[in-house]
Every structure is written in C-alpha cells, then in structure tokens.
C-alpha cells in the first residue's frame, strides 16, 4: 500500500475514539524513501490544527535538535505511534495504542527504513515491547528493523538533565548511522 494510501486510510478511521474530537488527523509526514523514519507518541495541540506532525514546541525542539547533527526533518519520515490527537493532551490508552499502531507498522512496510528513531516510552513499547529505561540510547534489532530508543523531546525539551542525554544520544546515532 502506498504512503498515500496510507494517509488517506488514516484521515477516515474510526476505530477509537479519538476520531471525535480530532480536528485532524496526524498521519506522519517527510520522505517516503528515507532511510530513517522517526516516530513519536500522539499529535498535540498544534499537530491536530495543522495536521501535520512535530509541529508544536517539542517539534521545534526536535527540528532544532535535527538541526544541530546538520539533518534537515525532510530527510527522515516523521509520524508518531497514536495519529490523532488525545484530548488534553493525555496518554494514549492501551487499546487506543492497539487500534491505531497498524498503521504505523504498514508505513514502516512501505517505507522500508533501515533504522528507526523511537522517541519515549509509549513508542518504546508499542514497537519493541520492551522497557524504557533497559533500552533507551541503545540499538536493538527486531524483525529485521534496527531501532534506536531516546527520550521524547517534550521530556528533553522541560529537563536539563534529559536534555543532555538526549544530545548525546543523538550524537551516537548520528555518528553509528552517519
Ligand atoms: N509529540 C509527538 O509524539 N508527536 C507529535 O506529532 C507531536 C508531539
Ligand atoms: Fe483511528 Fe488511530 Fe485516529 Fe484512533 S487514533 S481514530 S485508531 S487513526
């Protein structure tokens, strides 16, 4: 199915709730060739108005982020595991996650990404099912994907000391995948 397909599937779902108060749908956006696809937990705010993902504050931080290791976002396919958004901002329910994270694992058939980003916990557990704090700033391969787990950058962006882990994770990355 294409990236495309896969889009427009996702701005007609229903399958949970959220599709009731979204005003839109989030279904990831960037390069449908690229090599590292980045994902997230849930659109905010900003993401849900515009449609379109890493948009608000922690999308700047990111961008910048990017920016630093001299990567510009269009390089990468960016989307996040939940592609509506939930009200006030609260965490995705388990059976929310369930609904939703086919999607973003036929993207990941589609795209074909040699490795990819998992930004927290919640995108931790839906894509490898493994604990956080045992895998964050570590690369783990499975089904044939490498992944490479680091903080969410609305965690790096409020703390410090998140913060510098989160730059030094990304230098690793960076520096393994080049
Ligand atoms: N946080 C996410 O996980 N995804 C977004 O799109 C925005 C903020
Ligand atoms: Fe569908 Fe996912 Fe939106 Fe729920 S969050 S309505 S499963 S696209």
Redesign the pocket.
Known sequence: MSIEEISK???E???????KT?NN?V?GEGNKNAKIMIIGQ?PGKQEDILGRPFVGKAGKFLTQALEKFGKKREEFFITSI???F?PYNRK?SKK?IE??LP?TIQQIKTIKPKMILILGEIACEALINKKFSEVRGKFIAKDGIKFFVTFHPSAAMRFKRIREKFIQDLDLFFKFYG
């Open positions: 599937r996702i701005k779902c229903k399958k949970c709730g959220l599709w979204r749908a279904p849930a939940i592609k509506c939930p995705p929310e609904n939703c999607y």
